[in-house]
């Protein structure tokens, strides 16, 4: 069972990583910050503050959320609807770093981020696969990139899309979350002690992408 674990910030690369690795081994990716993400979209639909864990708790264990794959392709379902693309606006990315500092939140999406693993070769993104989700992975790197580098990519990715978005604000977001992310109280963000360090800030998709590539054939 080959399971590959990609930690890091938020706009770090790591999921366009995960996607293009996925393809070239031909394994399955689990985005497990979409599973974040449509878990503060329930929330806001019910009007309940991400950070107020006894009104999360009170949904999250029977959340309507699946994972399903399409041509390849990953899609987020919330109560039978495909949210892909709402689980991507800016105001959603903000609330899913709430949300997932939760342990209840934390728990349920690690149970079943790892019946997915469990049962089939993965590439997986996120904050702590290597360090508490797959803690036991075979391959792990952390990917990084200078918090200005991350902003622009954001800002970059948000604009294309159509989104009105303020490179500072979008910079202070990403600063808060790193903070957020790190500092959090349950399964934080952070390097696992037999990961491989990878500054992106310098690199090209494809140099990252063939770094870890060779990281994995040399083994």
Excluded at 59 to 80: H, M, P, S
Excluded at 102 to 115: D, G, H, I, N, Y
Excluded at 131 to 140: C, F, G, N, S
């Amino acid at each position: 069972m080959i399971n590959i674990a990609l930690d890091g910030p938020s706009g770090s690369g790591k999921s366009t990583v995960a996607k293009i690795i996925s393809k070239k081994l031909d394994i399955l990716y689990l985005d497990t910050g979409a599973m974040y993400r449509a878990c503060a979209l329930e929330a806001l639909m019910r009007g309940v503050d991400c950070l107020d864990e006894k009104s999360v708790a009170a949904f999250i264990d029977d959340i309507d959320l699946k994972i399903v794959y399409e041509n390849g392709a990953q899609k987020t379902i919330l109560r039978g609807e495909d949210v892909s693309t709402k689980i991507r606006m800016n105001e959603v990315s903000m609330k899913a770093s709430d949300i997932s500092s939760l342990p209840c939140v934390r728990r349920k999406m690690v149970e079943m981020q790892r019946a997915v693993a469990k049962g089939t070769d993965c590439v997986l993104d996120g904050r702590d696969i290597g360090t508490y989700v797959l803690p036991d992975a075979k391959y792990k790197f952390f990917v990084t990139a200078k918090p200005e580098v991350r902003a622009k990519r954001r800002y970059d990715e948000l604009t294309a899309k159509g989104q009105k978005v303020e490179f500072d604000c979008l910079l202070e977001e990403i600063n808060r979350r790193d903070y957020n992310d790190s500092h959090r109280e349950f399964a934080p963000l952070k390097q696992a002690d037999d990961a491989v360090l990878l500054d992106t800030s310098d690199m090209t998709v494809d140099q990252v992408v063939d770094f870890i590539l060779s990281e994995i054939e040399r083994d």
